[in-house]
C-alpha cells in the first residue's frame, strides 16, 4: 500500500511514540546546536504538558528566528510569546496576549511571524482570525477564516494565511488589509521576491512537484520535482517549510521503506531551481525521538526544530547545513 498521507499527519502520529530521552546537560546529536530548553510544568518558566496529541500542550505549536538571530516561541497553552529565549527557559521578554483584550475562551493560537516592524501576526485557528500583536504599541485583529492552519511571510511584508476549510491562500498587507485570496488545495503560505506562490503536490508515492504562479488565475510554472533518495523508498510526506532571507526554499520529506519510517530529509533549492544541499535526520524503530515533528528555516539558511525529552520537556535545536 503506498502512502502519500500529508507530512502534519506523519508528525502527530509520531508524537505518540515515545522519544528517546537525553539529559539537559548532553551534547547534541550530531549536526545538531543546541539552542534552549524547556521544561514542562506549571511554573512561569515552564510550559505546560499534558497529552502529546493536544496541539500546543507539551510540544510548542510554533517557533521562529528572526532576522537578529533571536529565537521567539508561540505557548498555545499559556497563551503568550517568550521571545529572545535561550538557555535553560531564559527569556528576554514574554509577551502575556490575554493582555491584549483580543482573546476568546476558545481561542487557540496555532502558528505565528514577526513582521520587519517587530509586530507578531498570530493564527487563531478557533477564533478564525489573525491577531496583529505589537510589543511596543496597539494591537488587532483581521481576517475571517473557516479553519486557519498556517501562517507565511512574504519578502516585501505581505501576510499570507492558508485556510484548509477554504480551501486556499488569502493575502494581507501588513496592516491586516485584505488583497486577494488563492483557490484550491496545496498552495502553500510561501511567496518569493517577484511575489509568486509556490504550490507543493504530491504526484505519487515516489514524488512531489512544486511549482509557482504570479496570480491566482495564471499558469502555474514547475520549478522541480522533489524525489525520493530510492527506488525502494516512498514519500510518506512532504512539506515546502519557507525560504530564508536569500529567497532560497526550504523542503522537508519524510521517507519509507515497507510502510516504516526511515529518515526525513530536508532540501534547500536555490534561486535558480535547483537543489544546492541536502541534510537528513535518521530515524530508526526505537529512536523516534531523532525524527523532527516541525521545523523551520532560519533567514540564515539553517533548520529550526526540536527534540523532545521524555517526560521533561524539549529541546530547541538548530540543524545546520554543510557550508
Do not use: C
Amino acid at each position: 500500500m503506498k502512502m502519500t498521507f500529508p507530512i502534519w499527519v506523519a508528525l502527530f502520529l509520531v508524537m505518540a511514540t515515545p522519544p528517546a530521552a537525553f539529559a539537559d546537560a548532553d551534547p547534541a546529536p550530531p549536526g545538531f546546536e543546541h539552542l534552549a530548553s524547556v521544561t514542562w510544568g506549571e511554573g512561569d518558566s515552564e510550559l505546560r504538558h499534558g497529552g502529546l496529541q493536544d496541539v500546543g500542550d507539551g510540544v510548542p505549536s510554533s517557533f521562529l528566528m528572526d532576522e537578529s538571530g533571536k529565537l521567539h516561541l508561540l505557548d498555545t497553552i499559556g497563551r503568550r510569546v517568550l521571545m529572545g529565549l535561550s538557555g535553560q527557559g531564559v527569556r528576554e521578554e514574554t509577551l502575556v496576549l490575554d493582555e491584549t483584550g483580543l482573546l476568546s475562551e476558545d481561542s487557540l493560537l496555532t502558528d505565528f511571524v514577526r513582521d520587519r516592524d517587530g509586530v507578531f501576526h498570530i493564527l487563531d485557528s478557533i477564533g478564525g482570525t489573525v491577531l496583529r500583536v505589537d510589543p511596543r504599541g496597539p494591537s488587532g485583529r483581521y481576517g475571517l477564516f473557516h479553519n486557519g492552519a498556517e501562517i507565511g511571510l512574504a519578502p516585501d511584508g505581505r501576510i499570507l494565511v492558508r485556510d484548509a476549510g477554504l480551501p486556499g491562500v488569502s493575502e494581507f498587507s501588513e496592516t491586516g488589509q485584505f488583497l486577494r485570496e488563492w483557490r484550491g488545495p496545496d498552495w502553500t503560505v510561501v511567496m518569493d521576491a517577484d511575489g509568486r506562490l509556490y504550490h507543493l503536490d504530491s504526484k505519487s508515492a515516489e514524488e512531489a512537484l512544486l511549482s509557482r504562479s504570479v496570480s491566482p488565475d495564471s499558469t502555474r510554472e514547475a520549478v522541480i520535482t522533489i524525489r525520493s533518495h530510492g527506488p525502494d523508498l516512498e514519500l510518506a510526506g512532504s512539506q515546502l517549510l519557507g525560504s530564508d532571507s536569500l529567497g532560497r526554499l526550504y523542503v522537508e520529506t519524510i521517507e519509507a521503506r515497507n510502510e516504516k519510517w526511515q529518515f526525513s530529509s530536508f532540501a534547500r533549492i536555490g534561486l535558480d531551481g535547483r537543489i544546492e544541499k541536502e541534510l537528513r535526520a535518521p530515524v530508526s524503530p526505537e529512536n523516534y525521538g531523532l525524527l523532527p515533528r516541525f521545523s523551520r528555516p532560519t533567514p540564515a539558511g539553517d533548520i529550526l526544530t526540536f527534540r523532545t525529552r521524555a517526560g521533561t520537556g524539549y529541546n530547541l535545536m538548530l540543524h545546520r547545513f554543510p557550508r
